[in-house]
């Protein structure tokens, strides 16, 4: 089939990402020595920079990774918690029945930056200035921003111009595509972040333990607990503060933990535990391999299956997942094929949970609780995402780096997202808002409570079949483990190669409870138009076909290793024309 770029293969290294930028930065560290967690590092700085709309130092990020001396993959969890006045009560007093999407009140402890730095520290080899300096390099003297930045300033200028005045002095006037665009405050905090790690003297791990100590005891604490002090309008329609205190960074730290793992299709699959929903390409891959021979690529057939296993998982996710849920059950393959025998000829209704309980608002149609964001999926991608009130939905970067020596990391990072707080402006960088993706209503797996991590969408893969590494992953909130899916059947079932799975069209439904704020269930099975010779078929059957854009759904980056030879692939998503892979 044709392709829009080619299969890249080399034995040096690979980098892909969702920015031109990140990549090629994380190939410069592999060029100079560095290892892949050097070079992912240095791409995930780079990505806070040029990517802003989709992640930043206030967010988050999951990745799985296998090392040279180990190839069991595991978890690094950089999900901050909730703070420790984050009640489902607290909430209730405020007259509101979802955590709000944007504002401070939605704030979890930034994770991104100390899992980073605590990964650096473990396993990478160069010194912190070194990998930051990309990042570092851009904010001060400028990038050419992008064409979805620009989108996303213009959807939010009023906002910024009339409640958040701090993101207004950084982003406004709304720049123009292309041109350079600087973040001062964020360069010298890094910087900061850099000279005190070095001030601590000794090795280089007790220098970057300094720089996390910096970053959750030291004056990035202090400027968040301040600054959240502060009532922001959020979109509830009404000011408040936040609730993260200095104390809150102060008390965790990023860590290490098994993956959810299931064999299919030949293959050990490797997720994300209960707090992300990465148990859904689990759940989603047996019920399709519990429906016996999988039909043709993007055929109606196809699209069918799939769309319907997609929906039992969703609300089999939205019922039993949750921070401390035990996946055992849910994964059982007795269970998932007893799901699987509910695939019918037509297209079945939303909301079909086996396990666990839905939350009463998706139960009862929930409320139109404020603005939705325009559409499902990416600001960069089928049009503009944002409301003019800063609601977002799926937001998100992705990266997958493999190197020479045997270390792969696949790893999505978010939040932070410039529309959704406003800036903190000594340091150039606004907090995220992950919280919106808890539930009020006690009792549920996923209901807001202290020191506990929102189930995320976030949600990097990684797969094993024989000598062959396989780290991938996407953006799209929601869309993250459908999109995958498409990808991960072209490539392990249709045999595609990277580049060609990626390309190959895809789809996704929204029939499910949206894990973004306001929280809508939806139905559209949304197909592009490159697979539109399904479309009269689908709709026979009953599913609410809407045809969109040829290149518009997903953003996937892929990279492989083979064990044996050392031969490494790698490729990146045309659609948006921002992502790329390099490597040779």
Partial sequence: MFTTRPELAGTFGMVASTHWLASSSGMAVLERGGNAFDAAAAAAFTLHVCEPHMNGPGGEVPAIFTTATDPTPRVLCGQGVAPAAA????????????????????????????????????????????????????????????????????????LFRTHWPTSADLWLPTPAPGGLVRNPALAATYRRLVAEAEAAGGDRDKQLDAAVTAWYEGFVAEAVDSFCRTEVVDDSGRPHAGLLTGADLAAWRPGYEPTVRHDVFGWQVHKVGAWSQGPVLLSQLAMLAALGDHPAAASADEIHRVVEVTKLAFADRDAHLGDGADVTALLDPAYLAERAGLVGPGAGPALRNGLGTLPRYVREGGVQAGPAGLGIGEPTLGGLEVSPQGTT????????????????????????????????????????????????????????????????????????????????????????????????????????????????????????????????????????????????????????????????????????????????????????????????
Wanted: net charge negative; proline share 6%.
């Fill in 87 to 158: 009640t489902a009560e607290r909430f209730r007093q405020l007259g509101l029945d979802l955590v709000p999407g944007t504002g401070l009140l939605a704030a979890t402890v930034p994770g991104a930056v100390g899992a980073w730095l605590t990964l650096l520290r473990d396993h990478g080899t160069m010194p912190l200035g070194d990998v930051l300096g990309y990042a570092i390099g851009y904010a001060e003297h400028g990038h050419p921003v992008a064409a979805a930045v620009v989108d996303t300033i213009a959807a939010v200028e009023q």
């Fill in 393 to 584: 939905r799926g937001d998100t970067c992705h990266l997958d780096v493999a190197d020479r020596w045997g270390n792969v990391i696949s790893a999505t990072p978010s939040g932070g997202w410039l529309q959704s707080s406003p800036t903190i402006p000594e340091l150039g960088f606004c907090l995220g808002t992950r919280a919106q993706m808890f539930w009020l209503e006690e009792g549920l797996p996923n209901t807001l409570a202290p020191g506990k991590r929102p189930r995320t969408t976030l949600s990097p893969s990684f797969a094993i079949r024989d000598a062959t590494q396989l780290s991938f992953g996407t953006p799209g909130g929601d869309q993250q483990d459908q999109w995958q899916l498409v990808f991960f059947l072209n490539h392990a079932v249709h045999g595609m190669d990277l580049q060609a799975a990626i390309d190959s069209p895809s789809w996704h439904t929204t029939a499910f409870a949206s894990s973004f704020y306001p929280r809508q269930t939806g139905t559209q099975l949304l197909l592009e138009a490159r697979a539109a010779a399904a479309a009269d078929e689908l709709r026979r059957r009953g599913h609410d076909v809407e045809i969109v854009d040829g290149w518009s759904l997903g953003r996937m980056s892929a990279v492989s290793r083979d064990t044996e030879t050392g031969l490494l692939r790698a490729a990146a998503n045309p659609r948006g024309r921002q992502g790329y892979a390099v490597g040779r």
